[in-house]
């Protein structure tokens, strides 16, 4: 079998143990054991002068090559273009985004030096597959340096509406960039019509033709163990004593303003609001450490938070009882396990989530003879694969209080009918069977033609 390249803006830390891995390492775990493989991408380290050369680490089978990022491209590719323009495009935010020419520059810039380091690195019947939004113009770049390998792409986060995208500044080089790839995956079937139509308008209608839905997925049977085996540890007994028998529900999420904590936060008190028999019955546990905290949204969301937190528990507190735990710090994946396990409700509700893995952990880790409920977003890329979850619309508190009043009184039986259906189709669906299909149609498309720019 051919080597396969990953280019990611991320590569994990080898030395560091999988408990610490992205959510990327765990989906790859697989593909990267069954051939060589090279990982190239970003170390995550910010120095005065990058170098222009990777640094190598070797292990088993993977080589992970990284570059450092300079101060300045840091602010620009990614804080800059990378996190506040692209970011909340990709999920339907175009008012929120914030463009400026030298962030632009600054992610050409990066996305054209990764490509001039990993060139010398490939060999011809290498495989290149790079991942998400960070690296748009990589494989133009590739092309431009004479690469004639396969490469595909895949988009972890959403894919919006035409107009959306169309509102961006510099879409249309984007669109054009993305037309160097043999096969283009995204989450949904939505995100790919979105693409699909945005690449007509923006010329690159062969491109279309080459892009396809690939849901990614967990290792639902690795988490699934992992949580039974939590659950009976310290940290969990302690979560479960502390609720002195009363129901728990869970959030998990980076602190994120696609992750609708708010309205989370604002449904959870309407519950306690139009439903008095649920108070003092029912925790509401919410861990969201801080993401991006150097991002002005990211500070002002978090500030919104506390109040709205400190708000409802003052209103609804009682001597023995508070109604929201939250959480700002990193918990450990395990014992974030075991949590899931034991909370009668997994609450995920982004306003906008390319799949949102959350959701599958925590179908992954209930008991198969108690499982609890999903109350679900349905503009998460996972709803359309979580057919028992109960789906709300993140924006309106009504409806998550209504969806949290069914999940606290549905009888066993049927939170056993509706988890059972979920539980299936995220094992077989599994990370490596998402990595696998892509792979598939990457490895046997047609050879994108020689795109005509790339003299
Ligand atoms: P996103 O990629 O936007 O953060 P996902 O839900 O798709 O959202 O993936 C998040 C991943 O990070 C999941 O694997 C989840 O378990 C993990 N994660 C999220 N929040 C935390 C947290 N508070 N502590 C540890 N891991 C977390």
Redesign the pocket.
Known sequence: MSRLVIVANRVPDPRERGATA??LA?ALKDALHRREALWFGWSGATVAEAAATPAEHRKGRVTYATLDLSEEDYRHYYLGFSNGALWPVLHYRLGIARFAREDWEGYRRVNAAFAAALAPMLRPDDTIWVHDFHLFLLAAELRKLGCRQKIGFFL??PFPPRAVIMGMPKAEAILQALGAHDAIGVQTEDDAENLRAALVTGGEAEAATRVGAFA?G?DAAGFAALAARRFRTKEVDQLRDSLAGRALAIG???L?Y??GLPQRIAGFGKLLQRFPQHRSRVTFLQ???V?RGDVATYRALRRELDEMVGRINGQYAEPDWGPIRY?T?????PT??GYMRLARIGL?T?LR?????????YVAAQDPEDPGVLVLSRFAGASGEMEGALLVNPLDPDDIAEALDVALTMPAEERLARWKPMDAAIRANNASAWCRRFLAALEGAEAAPEPARAG
């Open positions: 992205g959510g765990v972890h986060v990614i967990i998990v999420d980076r994120d696609t992750k861990v969201a450490p993401s959480i710090r990193a918990v450990a994946r974030l396990a995920v982004p989530d390319g799949m949102n893995l959350v959701a599958k952990e």
